[in-house]
């Protein structure tokens, strides 16, 4: 049987293109009026351990900077620690003292599933609890070639996907002996632009021509209905959400796989507009920090509801593109991942109600 397929129509594009631009116009005005950059980092977090991917440069960097100024505890997950080191020591810097930043480097490779295996099987090991995992590593290759993962799957798919989803579900049992935790993960307007093969999710076949910016809006619309997917499945006495923020339109080095000319040009418009990515940082660390976000990720679980929960960038609750919201395609996308990362999914299903015992 043919898996499901979701094209997204010309008026849904529209529609998609016009919220975007407005974003653009308006979010630094927005985010002034609402004031989260006082109230993004909840005082609770102090004295929690948290996991950050993606910590050593732009929006993943300014999270991790300001949960550990904030007292938290974190683990600073990257392909590179020695730039992850050199980050600890000047925070420690600005804190004055070395003692009032409490970090720690693991490497892991969100390209490779070994190498997410590995990491999570070591943190497990350990018996630590973990009161919130960060997925903010993600990549956009914007006007590069398809490129493939050791594994054989686009690099899209696997760095803003399909690792995630494998890092977060090995995670489960740390999560769950935070006894009230959460998974954030840092997603994307751009899944409202997003088609979603959930037969070819690597753009491996003859029905859909690879283009990098059709991959990254399919990553993030996957990423977001296996948010919810997730958060609907997990029993309520784990004590675990699942929640997805989308930052903002962030100055980021996207552009990096275009020509230098291109880059430039990108570059001296895109700092008129876009966000800072300490701006960019302001929702998710309110998504991993306040217990309002909490209280409405447990709504959308009670309820069962399809959309959510998803965050804006100001810190309101965001909407989820109509197509996102289809629940029997995201059940296929989650047979279909599971299947990938060499899981299965009766087994999975078990572990996730063991949760709640």
């Known amino acids: 049987m043919a898996l499901a397929h979701i094209r997204v129509s010309l008026w849904q594009q529209i529609v998609a293109c016009i919220r975007i631009l407005w974003e653009i116009i308006y979010q630094r005005r927005v985010i002034k009026r609402r004031g989260i950059a006082e109230w993004a980092c909840d005082p609770s977090i102090r004295g929690k351990t948290v996991i950050v991917t993606g910590p050593t440069s732009g929006i993943g960097l300014e999270i991790a ?13 990257c392909r590179r620690p020695d730039a992850a080191k050199r980050l600890i020591a000047e925070w420690q810097g600005e804190a004055g003292s070395a003692s009032d930043v ?8 969100l390209e490779s599933l070994a190498s997410v295996r590995a990491f999570a099987h070591a943190w497990e090991a350990e018996r630590r609890p973990l009161h919130v995992l960060v997925n903010n590593a993600g990549i956009f290759s914007m006007g590069a070639p398809q490129r493939l993962t050791g594994e054989g799957l686009e690099e899209h798919i696997a760095v803003n996907c399909v690792c995630p989803l494998l890092l977060s579900l090995l995670l489960l049992p740390s999560l769950r002996r935070a006894h009230g935790a959460r998974i954030v993960n840092v997603s994307s307007t751009m899944h409202a632009w997003g088609d979603l093969d959930v037969g070819d999710l690597s753009f491996k076949g003859r029905r859909r021509r690879f283009n990098a910016t059709a991959a990254y809006n399919q990553s993030k619309l996957a990423q977001l209905m296996l948010t919810n997917l997730l958060q609907r499945r997990l029993p309520a006495s784990a004590r675990i959400d699942v929640i997805a923020v989308h930052p903002g339109e962030v100055l980021t080095n996207v552009a990096r796989t275009l020509p230098k000319a291109i880059q430039r040009l990108q570059s001296a418009v895109m700092h008129a507009v876009l966000l800072e990515p300490w701006q960019g940082a302001l929702a998710p660390l309110y998504c991993a920090t306040h217990p309002a976000v909490g209280e409405h990720a447990r709504e959308v679980r009670e309820r069962g509801l399809s959309s959510g929960p998803y965050f804006d960038f100001d810190g309101s609750r965001g909407e989820v593109a109509p197509h996102g919201c289809n629940k029997r395609v995201a059940e296929e996308l989650w047979r279909v991942v599971l299947d990938t990362v060499g899981l299965d999914a009766v087994d999975v299903a078990a572990m996730i109600s063991a949760l709640g015992e």
Not at 65 to 77: D, M
């Open 65 to 77: 900077k300001r949960l550990a100024l904030a007292g938290a505890h974190v683990v600073l997950a």
């Open 102 to 109: 409490s970090c720690e480097v693991r490497q892991v490779d």
